[in-house]
């Protein structure tokens, strides 16, 4: 009995699954920036189809990575006003180098540097960390946890007949909801009035004899 231990082996050992799940996350993450000339570009944005485990599984391990992102982001706008925009080797970018600003930039960005590198040791993978950290934390810097979902498909998979399930990142693909109008009879067309607004026979009658 597996009592008090979470999480799924997957039937594979720990070091597998670690390499299963990195692997997944830098596929996940790097569908985010297509290159419309790449052959093999994915179909939609930010989405990968997996079996149902596998995803449930590795949507903590990609939203922690998110969280990392986000928190970066603070420390690089706060390192920002201690920065230069002389070029490097400059003369003006020499003297910025050996004055304080240069000391209280370092300061300021220490904590962002310490969440890349956790991020790089997660997927080993430059372009992945990059597209986490420029862009899916800029997407989700309004958005406290939940920033991907898991949705079944009804298409099983060829050969063992295991359940299949898509995990993408909210904000792209999301469905409007329509709520249905209470005490709405009819509907009503565009440009034109509803039942409740359009004058009735005897309410013209009475208008026209006053």
């Known amino acids: 009995?597996?009592?008090?231990?979470?999480g799924r082996t997957l039937g594979r050992n720990a070091s597998h699954r670690k390499a299963m799940f990195r692997n997944m996350a830098t596929s996940l993450i790097r569908t985010v920036r297509i290159d419309e000339e790449d052959k093999k570009k994915p179909k939609v944005a930010g989405r990968i189809v997996t079996t149902v485990a596998k995803a449930k599984e590795l949507r903590p391990f990609v939203e922690k990575l998110i969280t990392l992102a986000k928190k970066a982001t603070q420390h690089e706008a706060d390192a920002?006003?201690?920065a230069t925009s002389a070029a490097k080797n400059s003369?003006?970018?020499?003297?910025w180098r050996k004055g304080d600003g240069?000391?209280?930039w370092v300061a300021a960005i220490a904590p962002a540097v310490?969440?890349?590198?956790?991020?790089?040791?997660?997927?080993?993978?430059?372009?992945?960390?990059?597209i986490l950290?420029?862009?899916?934390?800029?997407?989700?810097?309004?958005?406290?946890?939940g920033y991907t979902r898991v949705v079944r498909i009804a298409r099983l998979r060829l050969g063992d007949a295991g359940e299949q399930a898509l995990i993408e990142f909210v904000g792209k693909n999301d469905r409007v909801r329509r709520r249905s109008r209470k005490g709405a009879s009819m509907p009503v067309a565009a440009g034109s009035e509803s039942p409740a607004a359009a004058p009735t026979a005897a309410t013209t009658a009475e208008a026209s004899a006053t």
């Open 114 to 130: 310490n969440y890349r590198r956790r991020a790089y040791a997660a997927l080993r993978d430059k372009l992945a960390v990059n």
């Open 102 to 104: 240069w000391k209280k």
């Open 1 to 6: 009995m597996r009592h008090r231990i979470s």
């Open 91 to 95: 003369e003006e970018w020499k003297a």
């Open 80 to 82: 920002a006003q201690f």
């Open 133 to 145: 950290f420029e862009e899916l934390s800029k997407q989700f810097q309004d958005r406290n946890g």
